[in-house]
């Protein structure tokens, strides 16, 4: 194994950071719109709380390869 390859990559917090920020934003805004009425906001609603299983589904199969 090269020695690039054994040392991990740094990287910053807001790298780190950023894609659990949205879907903790996509979360609230679905819950949020979930509460507030009908229509178009249940829509919204199952779209945001879609986005965190979408992530799971994702990583998982990511993991698996």
């Given at each position: 194994?090269?020695?690039a390859a054994?040392?991990?990559?740094?990287r910053s917090l807001g790298a780190i950071f950023v894609m659990p920020a949205l879907i903790g934003i996509f979360s609230l805004v679905g819950l949020v719109s979930a509460l507030a009425?009908?229509?178009f906001s249940d829509i919204l609603s199952w779209a945001g709380l879609a986005v965190p299983l979408i992530a799971i589904?994702?990583?998982?199969?990511?993991?698996?390869?």
């Open positions: 194994m090269s020695r054994a040392r991990p990559r740094r009425g009908d229509g589904v994702w990583a998982c199969a990511r993991r698996r390869q």
